[in-house]
């Protein structure tokens, strides 16, 4: 956030909205504080604390190998990215890259954004591949995938994981990304978004929220 030659000047007939940024100077803001959502490793290990269900991860290469002797790991080669930067998919038996954080890969059966605002899921909406594109591990907008909107049913332990995960991290809002393991009947929360992409309906349900809840 730059504030730079800026004429604004809170009070308290403004609603102060943090879209993501970690070094917002206003702490009556909406989500004041982000920096713990945004690191990779310090949003892992409060969720885990929360008992947030995550995938299993480590800082530790000599742990991560082990794993990749039978699973796929996710090397996150950078800790504070979005949209699928930084990771390098090591299948089974692969060499894996120096990196920070390593993950271990859970199948899914499906992805889901969860959007949440004070404590309530406003909005979900479900990752589904464009016709063409080849699956793979990394659900992003560059490899293929694009958020769907119509017949989303997520199972309830999506939506629950999600909405703890936020009030796990001590934030105002957040769209969360939770994949579902239907083997295990099991969500798994991959990530807290403070400044996800919004348009369209996304933007009609945080306006709604925010009047609703904030003002």
């Known amino acids: 956030m730059s504030l730079?030659?800026?004429?604004?000047?809170p009070s308290a007939k403004k609603?102060?909205?943090?879209?993501?940024s970690s070094t917002?100077?206003?702490?009556?803001?909406?989500?004041?504080?982000t920096a713990h959502a945004t690191d990779k490793i310090t949003a892992f290990n409060l969720l885990k604390e929360a008992e947030v269900r995550v995938p299993p991860?480590?800082?530790d290469k000599e742990k991560a190998e082990k794993w990749n002797i039978k699973h796929t790991v996710l090397a996150r080669t950078l800790v504070h990215a979005n949209s699928g930067k930084g990771i390098v998919v090591c299948n089974p038996q692969s060499v894996l890259p120096e990196a920070?954080?390593?993950?271990?890969?859970?199948?899914?059966?499906?992805?889901?954004?969860?959007h949440v605002v004070n404590g309530k899921a406003i909005y979900v909406q479900q990752k589904k591949l464009r016709k063409g594109q080849k699956h793979g591990p990394i659900c992003t907008?560059?490899?293929?995938?694009?958020?769907a909107t119509q017949n989303v049913f997520p199972p309830q332990d999506v939506v629950d994981m999600a909405v703890n995960a936020v009030t796990a991290l001590k934030l105002d809002f957040g769209a969360v990304d939770v994949i579902w393991n239907e083997g295990r009947e099991q969500a798994?929360?991959?990530?807290?978004?403070?400044?996800?992409g919004?348009?369209?309906?996304?933007?009609?349900?945080y306006t709604e929220a925010f009047k609703h809840d904030y003002q």
């Open 100 to 114: 920070p954080l390593y993950v271990k890969y859970i199948p899914k059966k499906a992805e889901y954004r969860v």
């Open 4 to 9: 730079q030659n800026s004429k604004f000047k």
């Open 141 to 147: 907008h560059a490899h293929g995938w694009i958020f």
């Open 24 to 33: 917002c100077p206003y702490s009556e803001a909406l989500n004041f504080y």
């Open 188 to 196: 798994y929360v991959l990530e807290i978004n403070t400044a996800p």
């Open 198 to 205: 919004i348009a369209g309906t996304t933007i009609e349900k």
């Open 57 to 59: 991860f480590t800082t």
């Open 15 to 20: 609603l102060l909205i943090n879209w993501g």
